[in-house]
């Protein structure tokens, strides 16, 4: 399967009707197949955040070019953004989440999760190839 690469603009996306449109807003899609992780179903944290970056810049219509890091072109409101989709992700089980009691304890606790998906961003704008500029060496 071919990784998906950053795409300038909103060229790509396809056109929706705007009822539609508005719903996307409020829910996570997932593009890929659901993965089984440790008795839980749900598509993985790393691709998570990479779907919800991706969709906040194009949304935004933000401009990324090649191997350019994402971090520094993401403001407060883009993070945000991106964390309330996030914890909605999880709420749903559309994430994986290890069912731990640490876990069940920052599922019930809104202030926890949105402490817990703000540093899940910071990680994986950080170690994900595909948004920190360094792009996929062959």
């Not at 990784?3 to 593009?31: H, T, Y």
């Not at 304890?105 to 704008?125: H, R, V």
């Amino acid at each position: 399967m071919e990784k998906p690469k950053l795409v300038q603009g909103a060229a790509q996306e396809s056109k929706i009707g705007a009822d539609n449109k508005k719903n996307d807003s409020l829910k996570v899609e997932a593009k890929i197949p659901m993965k089984q992780t440790n008795g839980t179903q749900g598509v993985t944290q790393r691709e998570a955040v990479f779907m919800e970056v991706m969709r906040v810049i194009r949304e935004e219509k933000i401009v990324v070019a090649d191997k350019q890091p994402v971090k520094s072109i993401l403001n407060e409101t883009h993070i945000k953004k991106i964390c309330v989709a996030l914890v909605a992700g999880f709420q749903a089980n559309k994430i994986a989440l290890k069912d731990t009691e640490s876990n069940k304890k920052k599922l019930s606790d809104a202030k926890a999760m949105e402490l817990y998906t703000l540093g899940l961003l910071n990680n994986w704008l950080r170690r994900d190839k595909r948004l920190n500029g360094v792009g996929i060496q062959k």
